[in-house]
Nanobody, 127 residues
């Protein structure tokens, strides 16, 4: 079983930056798929970014391309999300997700790809 613990959330003004971290209890290299999702009040959980660990391919939602960067440090079993040029619409609870097996058919940023979830970290962007 994989345990995931997020950190790094907070409150920033529009245009600011935050870096989220997700510490995993097992080697991220064997996890196949890890990603960041977010959920705003009254909205469905949506995929933000994902990384396929065997070849380090990355995937981004259109709304964050060019502003967010997903990365991982295998030595530290940690996944990161660098968020720049933050906008008020980025306000949400951000969740780390992992899938220690090949992804299934369907959208790579679908919440259905995740087997394990962290508890979430809140990001609030004020205008």
């Amino acid at each position: 079983q994989v345990q995931l613990v997020e950190s790094g959330g907070g409150s920033v003004q529009a245009g600011g930056s935050l870096r989220l971290s997700c510490a995993a209890s097992r080697s991220t290299y064997t996890s196949y798929y890890m990603g960041w999702f977010r959920q705003a009040p009254g909205k469905e959980r949506e995929g933000v970014a994902a990384i396929y660990t065997p070849n380090s391919n990355t995937y981004y939602a259109d709304s964050v391309k060019g502003r967010f960067t997903i990365s991982q440090d295998n030595a530290k079993n940690t996944l990161y999300l660098q968020m720049n040029s933050l906008k008020p619409e980025d306000t949400a609870m951000y969740y780390c997700a992992a899938r220690p097996r090949p992804v299934s058919a369907g959208p790579i940023l679908s919440a259905k790809q995740a087997d394990y979830w962290g508890q979430g970290t809140q990001v609030t962007v004020s205008s």
